[in-house]
């Protein structure tokens, strides 16, 4: 039994070793998964970014569209307000020529209010249009960032692993003196 003990002293500490060198790699394994997929998730936001962005840029061009054909319709039914205006003066004899009457500054003031309602809602929707780009930029700049910051783990994660790699080979190597005095008591060499 005696003579048992060096042998089975030295098959230990050859697995310590081991051990040390093949846990600090699977370590290192490990956080490298890690980092990949913390890469992969920066890259994702990167294109999120990106297209939020695009998006944003063609939501803004669709409000641009959609405004300019609202002010065309309101700038076709104020025309067709104003020359219902005039045919039922004409119609009811008033003359259209003086500028000074009532009908012709009612005319004059019914073209000023509709312009002006006109101009507001073509400026309310270039408004909306620059939010919306203003929308997109902020969540471009966003996403970057988040890339930015998960990127930076990814980093930690890699140095994490380099760090229990050389940990295990650090541990191993402390562990090689002993294990030679047990394989030189065991009779090995």
Avoid: C
């Avoid at 025309?79 to 039922?88: C, F, M, P, T, V």
């Avoid at 009457?101 to 006109?118: C, F, K, M, P």
């Amino acid at each position: 039994m005696a003579a048992a003990l060096p042998f089975v002293t030295a098959i230990a500490t050859v697995a310590s070793v081991g051990s040390s060198l093949f846990g600090g790699a699977s370590q290192q394994s490990s956080y490298e998964d890690t980092a990949r997929a913390q890469e992969q998730a920066a890259q994702d936001q990167e294109q999120a970014a990106y297209e939020a962005e695009l998006m944003a840029d063609q939501n803004a061009r669709n409000q641009e569209a959609e405004t300019l054909e609202s002010v065309r319709r309101e700038d076709l039914a104020l025309e067709q307000e104003l020359g219902s205006q005039r045919a039922r003066a004409a119609a009811s004899g008033l003359s259209l020529e003086d500028e000074e009457d009532s009908l012709g500054l009612g005319l004059t003031a019914s073209r000023v209010e509709g312009q002006n309602q006109i101009d507001w809602l073509k400026s309310a929707g270039m408004n909306k249009a620059d939010i919306l780009r203003w929308e997109g930029d902020m969540a471009k700049r966003s996403s970057l960032s988040d890339a930015k910051y998960t990127r930076s783990l990814a980093d930690i994660s890699r140095d994490k692993g380099t760090d229990a790699l050389l940990g295990g080979i650090f541990s191993a190597a402390g562990q090689v003196p002993s294990a030679i005095s047990a394989g030189s008591a065991a009779k090995w060499w």
